[in-house]
């Protein structure tokens, strides 16, 4: 082979290689099968959710294949959505979510441009003591939280127990924190002389804030505010300690409260009720995913 | 009238002194360029011109009123930024026009002012673009319309041209002196490139280590630079500072730059020269297009001398040529057909009536 | 000129100080008002309860009388809250190793296939990420129904019998690890997914003519690349999972006989349900010094991360 590698002058090959694009092709094949098999393991449960809420409760005590579906039927979403109290509960729960929105943006977003841009005596610790607020859970608040209602109703004659709006005032302390944090980071990011520019044009702090940084940050407000919706409208420890009645109750505490009745589980409902649940943060997660993730990434990736 | 002063004008950042005294007078409708390497306290003197730092100490004066205490808003000025600082959400129209919006200017008549800074710059047809669909060439010059349509006392420019490519960078460095000769608005220019300083500047401030060095026009600077730095800073390749003796004998005063190689200081110089004979720590100011190829006949203050060459650079219109002497390195221009090789002695002519002298203890040109 | 300005300059320098002060004085002060509702937010709903908390937990039972570190003396005897200190840390630990495994290897499969396929498979691989805790794990908990299980189901057909999923301790502690590790691996995926974007490609072409494996590529360059954002994400979610609730309280709520109880559920059991504030307070309270150990490794490597930029 030697010898013949220089009669013609080619290059010789030693050892013999299986080709680049071979090796590729398998990476390749067994990336994607171990994919299916994460995928599988992820969806099960909302496909089984989706599977049990077609089924009559019939079909379901009758224990046949749990996996597949003999005879669809929309009775589980019609029953649910024509009882006056799951609305009621999808109601609290929107009004809620949409005004710890507006509420959340407006509080972190003029006080992230504070932080990131206008510095004062304590805003560097301010903003570290922002990001350490956001990792105080919700497991060590909602009993003091509890006993200050208590407090309130006894001195001010207002009652916050039992009242979906209570929840309103809560909710903030659990978004705040971090869409302060993903603002600050995001407003770091936009150049220095992008105010100095509107500082010479003549643009007020006021100013600046509202007509040069949230437009040119709508991509990291986006980002926040599906955040602190997604926050929200999840949200299980408090509406379960502070709400009781069942017309002030928000969706994820209804459904496991009401429709578990006792050892009575009509499973169909509870599937078709959590699937409805679930709805509209998968939607504005269909629809915005790139902001989605964005906001997820952007705790650790910036400040 | 747009006079811009500057009084003894000082910046600390905490304990370092980013300008150490800066004194200043620009001219109604000049166009001063400040050059320096980094770090030497230009921008900081600029955005202490812009408001856009604090004074330390000193004043500034704009149009005759001291300004230290009025913001960037109220001094009427304009910044063109390294960066253009456009506002990436608002069209080429917009980003014009937002100073004006902000100060309530009636809409025909900012509409009128846009069109004409438009024209000017000739970006007309760019004013419904976003920043991002623009190139880089035209950003700058929609930054530069932004500044002119405020029709301000004083434009500001901080490193306009840093960002773009070299061809770009020589265009529109001629395209702002155009704009200067159409609308004639004071003008202060940072920049740490010096090609840019001397095409651009009717007078030059260089600065180092947050003082003014020298203030001149760029033919001054260029041949008659005040101090080692301004000589060694301006120039392209640089000066050549070479150590050497200054030797008063038998009446005639000698430059010796080592045992075997001394030539004559000329007639036109000796005078101002005389008193520093024999000083200690004296350096041979020269630049490299006053050391050429030898010429057949001999003229005055010209002196040749031969030269094992070490390193050749062919430039196309000339050829650089690189020796030692001192342990220093030496560069020389010389006509590309002169026959220089690497490695080869080579005949050259060094024309003093050109030499600087410089006292390297102080860092002044004597 | 200059002759005018000089003197206008020296007239006007004693109160310019003063005035320069005021104006930099103004913009610290719009800037300390806008902060303002964050700062009382903070300050009224998450500092102060938690101080609260503390003067809670030195109450009696029927906080009448302070009893200092009484009721935690009392809580440290109970057998109960060790079952909670060992429940709670294999919980969290486990579930944020298997996460980190699980979102470490999806992040790879993700990032090897072509980039225009990518967006479709993280699209998926994050629903669980989406869904409200609460909302999915009532999935799971028809998965794992005593009598319906779906699971049990598959198994039976390979003859295997039905699993006690909740009804059994061990089972118990293995479904809600199970359940967690579902709706928290695909946050390490996205994480771990953005932090290998972010290795440089020349950085594994290099290693590549090095004579790298592939295994040696993700040993010696994406591991130590990612070193950072691995351990961030690790210790935040450390701090998630140990405070969780959602999760155990509705797939076992606790049970059976405590076994699955951590801090949090517990905490809502006792404070709550059975109406001893001090004591739910004076446990809650013991996640305290965990989360602020997690914490501080976390400020330090964001601060570790800022500086190297």
Request: hydrophobic residues 50%.
């Amino acid at each position: 082979m030697a010898n013949a590698a220089i009669a013609t002058g080619a290059p010789s090959r030693p050892v013999k290689y299986r080709s680049m694009s071979h090796n590729r092709r398998w990476a390749m094949r067994w990336s994607y099968f171990f994919l299916i098999l994460f995928v599988v393991f992820f969806l099960t449960p909302p496909l089984y959710m989706l599977i049990t809420s077609l089924k009559s409760s019939s079909e379901i005590s009758a224990a046949t294949n749990p996996w597949w579906v003999y005879k669809p039927t929309l009775s589980n979403y019609e029953e649910l959505l024509g009882q006056n109290q799951y609305l009621i509960f999808f109601r609290n729960s929107a009004l809620v979510s949409v005004c710890v929105v507006i509420i959340t943006m407006v509080i972190s977003v003029t006080a992230a441009f504070a932080l990131a841009r206008m510095k004062f005596w304590g805003s560097a610790t301010l903003a570290t003591g922002v990001f350490l607020t956001y990792l105080v859970p919700d497991t060590l608040l909602f009993i003091p939280l509890f006993k200050m209602f208590a407090f309130v109703r006894d001195t001010t004659g207002i009652e916050l127990m039992n009242h979906w709006w209570t929840l309103i005032i809560i909710y903030p302390t659990l978004t705040v924190p971090f869409c302060t944090w993903i603002m600050i980071g995001y407003f770091a990011s936009i150049p220095k002389e992008l105010d100095e520019a509107a500082l010479i044009d003549g643009a007020s702090w006021m100013q600046t804030l509202t007509k040069i940084f949230i437009p040119v940050a709508i991509p990291g407000i986006i980002a926040a505010t599906i955040f602190a919706f997604t926050v929200s409208w999840a949200q299980f420890l408090y509406p379960l300690a502070f709400t009781t009645s069942t017309d002030q109750l928000v969706l994820p505490v209804g459904i496991v409260t009401t429709l578990i009745k006792g050892d009575v589980f009509n499973w169909g409902q509870i599937m078709t009720g959590a699937l409805l649940g679930a709805a509209p943060p998968l939607i504005i997660y269909a629809f915005l995913m790139d902001y989605y993730i964005a906001g997820l990434t952007a705790g650790a990736t910036k400040g | 009238m747009a006079q811009v002063t500057l009084r003894k004008v000082v910046k600390k950042y905490d304990e370092v002194m980013a300008v150490r005294g800066v004194d200043l007078d620009i001219a109604d409708k000049e166009f001063i360029v400040l050059v320096g390497p980094s770090g030497c306290g230009k921008s900081t003197t600029l955005r202490m011109i812009a408001g856009l730092e604090e004074i330390s100490g000193g004043d500034i004066a704009i149009g005759g009123d001291v300004v230290n205490d009025v913001p960037p808003k109220d001094r009427d000025i304009a910044m063109v930024f390294q960066n253009y600082a456009l506002y990436p959400h608002m069209n080429v129209y917009e980003n014009m026009s937002f100073g004006l919006k902000l100060k309530r200017t009636p809409r025909n008549e900012i509409e009128q002012r846009v069109k004409q800074a438009a024209q000017i710059l000739d970006i007309t047809e760019l004013l419904d673009r976003k920043p991002k669909q623009l190139s880089g060439g035209q950003r700058q010059r929609v930054a530069m319309g932004r500044a002119i349509v405020r029709d301000p006392k004083v434009f500001l420019f901080d490193e306009p041209l840093s960002n773009l490519d070299a061809k770009l960078r020589v265009q529109m460095r001629t395209e702002i002196k155009k704009v200067h000769q159409k609308v004639r608005t004071t003008t202060v220019y940072v920049t740490h490139d010096q090609v840019e300083a001397m095409t651009l500047a009717d007078r030059v401030v260089v600065m180092n280590a947050g003082l003014i060095e020298q203030v001149g026009s760029p033919n001054d600077l260029y041949h008659l630079p005040a101090t080692k730095f301004v000589a060694g800073f301006i120039g392209s390749p640089a000066m050549n500072f070479i150590p050497c003796q200054l030797e008063q004998a038998a009446g005639a005063l000698r430059i010796r730059l080592n045992d075997k190689l001394s030539m004559p200081v000329p007639a036109s110089r000796t005078k101002r020269y005389a008193s520093f004979a024999g000083k200690p720590d004296l350096v041979l100011g020269l630049r490299p297009e006053h050391i050429s190829e030898t010429r057949p006949h001999a003229e005055p203050d010209q002196h040749d001398f031969d030269m094992p060459i070490e390193v050749v650079e062919p430039m196309g219109m000339e050829t650089l040529v690189y020796f030692t002497v001192n342990n220093t390195e030496i560069c020389g221009r010389v006509n590309p057909d002169a026959g220089s090789a690497a490695g080869q002695a080579m005949k050259l002519r060094a024309d003093l009536s050109k030499m600087h002298l410089i006292d390297n203890s102080t860092g002044k040109v004597l | 000129m200059a002759d005018i300005a000089a003197p206008t300059a020296t007239a006007a320098a004693g109160n310019r100080r003063s005035s320069l002060h005021k104006l930099v004085q103004r913009k610290s002060t719009i800037a300390f008002l806008m902060a303002l509702p964050l700062i009382l937010l903070i300050a009224i709903l998450i500092v102060y309860p938690a101080g609260y908390a503390v003067y809670l937990a030195m109450l009696s039972k029927s906080m009448t009388k302070f009893v200092g570190l009484g009721t935690f003396e009392f809580i440290l005897k109970r057998q109960v809250f060790w079952d909670v200190v060992y429940q709670s840390c294999l919980f969290a630990i486990s579930a944020v190793i298997f996460k980190a495994i699980i979102g470490f290897i999806v992040a790879h499969l993700v990032h090897n296939i072509p980039l225009k396929g990518q967006r479709k498979w993280r699209g998926m691989l994050l629903v669980p990420w989406v869904i409200p805790p609460a909302m999915s794990t009532l999935a799971w908990l028809w998965l794992f129904d005593p009598s319906y299980s779906a699971f049990n189901w598959i198994l039976a057909h390979f003859g295997i019998g039905a699993i006690p999923w909740t009804g059994e301790a061990g089972w118990a502690r293995f479904c809600v690890i199970l359940v967690n590790i579902w709706a928290g691996a695909p946050f390490f995926m996205i994480m771990y997914l953005a932090a290998l974007k972010s290795v440089p490609e020349q950085l594994h072409e290099a290693a590549a003519i090095d004579g790298a494996s592939w295994l040696q590529r993700i040993w010696y360059v994406n591991l130590p690349m990612m070193r950072n954002i691995i351990a961030i994400t690790a210790l935040f979610s450390l701090i998630v999972t140990f405070a969780n609730f959602d999760i155990v309280r509705v797939l076992t709520a606790g049970g059976p006989l405590n076994a699955t109880h951590i801090f949090g559920t517990w905490s809502f059991k006792v404070g709550i349900e059975s109406g001893d504030i001090p004591q739910g307070a004076a446990v809650s309270l013991f996640m305290a010094p965990i989360l602020a150990i997690a914490a501080a490794f976390i400020l330090r490597d964001i601060s570790r991360r800022g500086s190297e930029v």
